[in-house]
């Protein structure tokens, strides 16, 4: 009876370790947080493994991405949006260029040009004599004097002082002087041999009191041997700004 008695004290003993075992934490295999292997958000390793740069592997395009287009003031290439007629300078063409070039010894045809670049919105660039001409050098009545000679002399080519200019990016030239002995000033002829007009529209102009334009305008062509060169127009050095725009809006 006794030892009946021993087993079943040590069944029960044997069962209730049993029991204390299979609660113990950390050792459950089916439910523990940490190792589950079947539904643990942070080590899931079925169908929702996530790539390296934090986004689902099947989720790629959930989000839409933005593009520097999307951003208002901005265009594709992230750059702001520019509206035609207002390209740098304040030009009302887009993607055109105005020069207005002028050669004034007195300044009579210097305010004609700046009223035609004002008109045009036009850089303007000044044909300096490199030895200025004095009051004797335009002397017209002294065959001796310095313009005298020089127009006397179609090989001459008084030497420019101002420094040199880029015609790259314009498409139109204006080229404006006064009208001595009948023709264009030999330096201006010295200007248009200096550079290439080629894909550029030139125009010429002139200031005088009385005498046309005449040849000069052909001279200049012949001379610089490059561009597209238009009929040159005479004006009085007091011509209006209304005047200059009509003259402007019929070569258009």
Request: aromatic share 6%; hydrophobic share 30%; net charge negative.
């Amino acid at each position: 009876m006794r030892k009946i008695s021993v087993i079943i004290v040590a069944a029960l003993v044997l069962a209730l370790l049993a029991a204390c075992a299979g609660n113990i934490p950390g050792n459950n295999q089916g439910t523990n947080p940490g190792n589950n292997q079947g539904t643990n958000p942070g080590n899931n390793t079925g169908n929702n493994q996530e790539g390296g740069n934090g986004k689902t592997a099947d989720n790629q395009s959930a989000k839409p991405e933005s593009t520097p287009a999307d951003e208002p003031g901005s265009t594709a290439d992230g750059n702001p949006e520019s509206t035609p007629g207002t390209q740098p300078g304040g030009n009302t063409e887009a993607h055109k260029k105005v020069l207005v070039v002028v050669f004034s010894a007195t300044g009579t045809t210097k305010g004609v040009a700046d009223k035609i670049a004002a008109i045009e919105d036009a850089d303007v660039y000044e044909i300096k004599a490199k030895q200025e001409y004095t009051q004797a050098d335009l002397n017209w009545n002294d065959r001796n004097s310095r313009s005298t000679k020089e127009q006397n002399d179609k090989r001459s080519r008084p030497e420019i002082g101002s420094e040199r200019i880029s015609l790259d990016g314009y498409e139109k030239v204006y080229i404006g002087f006064p009208i001595w002995w009948g023709e264009e000033p030999r330096i201006v002829d010295t200007f248009v041999e200096s550079y290439s007009f080629d894909g550029i529209t030139v125009i010429p102009f002139c200031t005088s009191s009385s005498s046309g334009i005449g040849r000069s305008g052909r001279n200049l062509e012949e001379n610089a041997k490059s561009g597209k060169w238009l009929d040159g127009k005479r004006f009085p050095g007091g011509v209006s700004e209304a005047e200059l725009k009509k003259w402007i809006d019929s070569m258009k």
